[in-house]
């Protein structure tokens, strides 16, 4: 059986790294493949992937790794439940594996055989109990993982989930943030139709709407073509 150790600096430079990147203002998907490049590297992996739950479909999908092996770059998915990435987000606990090839949770064993995956070690990304993906780590040796290996990558896989679901509020409050807004123009633009061409509110909203659909253009572009012109006008 062959063991490598990390080092305690090594941990501690690769999850500093980690935090810098989170703390950033990169695009997500930067700091993904950041957080699995330091995590292979850390770990001694052959390979590193991170698996994004979508809550929906209750499927699994690749999101970010640091292999450049085309195979393992295709796109793939898996169901909650399914092969041992689905078998982990399901069981919201870590699992390692010896030898992937004799393991009958392990779904991709021609991949395995290709890319030279021996031994793995799978971790949820949870955020309070609720699972949203799984980062997985791969040896091309016989490997068992230690109490420190599944520490660090615990680690790991709380800092990605805390990030990307951060990610996910920022983007529902700016979608929810330009709805107000576009709200309060179409109200304003209403408010307008009606005092210069006494349209009751249900018609003025009709004639917006209807703009909108004619010229293809949103609503919130009517409404702002109707305030500048009430603009202009004064």
Sequence with gaps: MLYKKISYKKQIEALSEIGKAISSDQYLDDILKLIVTVTA????????????????????????????????????SLKLGEGVVGYVAQQKKPLTILDVLKDPRYKEKELAKKEGLVSMISVPMAVKDRVIGVINCYTSYPHEFSDTELAVLTTVASQAAICIENTELMVQTKVIQEELETRKLVERAKGVLMKHQGLTEEDAFKRIRKASMDSRKTMREIAEAILLTEKMRG
């Design 41 to 76: 590297n850390v770990m001694d992996s052959k390979i590193c992937s991170l698996w994004i739950l979508d809550e929906k479909e209750k499927v699994l999908r690749i999101r970010a790794t640091q292999a450049i092996s085309e195979e393992y770059l295709k796109e793939r």
